[in-house]
Every structure is written in structure tokens, then in C-alpha cells.
């Protein structure tokens, strides 16, 4: 099963890195990742491999949220399955 992670807040050195961090400690792989910095925005959109994570989708859920929060930016993951039903016509 796939996820879908985005993370939004001020650009600063590492945010990659941390984020990509917390997911390989999960055993959650990055597959793709797509970001932009707009003047001193950052913008980042990751799909991550969750079928073979150390803890369930929740709690990486929850951990991603308290480091967005830890950072002062907005973490959010979804299911893909969920991301896919939000966007379809």
C-alpha cells in the first residue's frame, strides 16, 4: 500500500532529510518525491511504500504531524487509495 505525504511551511536546510528519516526508521520506502521552494516557501509532495512499515499507517500518521509541528510547518499523509477517491470526476 502507498501513501501520499505533503509538507508545507517555511523553506529551512533539511526538511527532506528529516522527513525522509522518519519514514526509513518506519521501514516506509520514498518511491517518488516532487518539491519547490517559492521565495521562502517550501513545498514537497512524497509517495511513500507503507506496506512493509514497522508501525501501522496511524501512528507514522501521527509522527509525521508532531514533526511538521516540531519544524513549524504542516505535515499530512493519506492513503493513497483515499488520495485517488478525493480526485477522481
Not at 4 to 20: F, H, N, P, R
Not at 21 to 41: F, G, H, K, P, Y
Not at 46 to 75: H, N, T, W, Y
Not at 78 to 83: A, G, P, Q, S, V
Request: with cysteine; aromatic share 4%.
Amino acid at each position: 500500500m502507498k501513501a501520499i505525504i505533503t509538507v508545507l511551511g517555511k523553506d529551512m536546510v533539511g526538511i527532506l532529510a528529516k522527513v525522509s528519516t522518519l519514514c526509513a526508521q518506519r521501514n516506509a520506502n520514498v518511491i517518488e518525491v516532487t518539491q519547490s521552494i517559492m521565495q521562502d516557501m517550501f513545498a514537497m509532495i512524497m509517495m511513500v511504500d507503507v506496506s512493509e512499515a514497522s508501525v501501522p499507517f496511524l501512528e507514522l500518521e501521527k509522527e509525521l504531524v508532531a514533526l511538521g509541528e516540531g519544524l513549524g510547518m504542516k505535515i499530512h499523509a493519506m492513503h493513497e487509495d483515499i488520495f485517488n477517491s478525493m480526485h477522481r470526476i
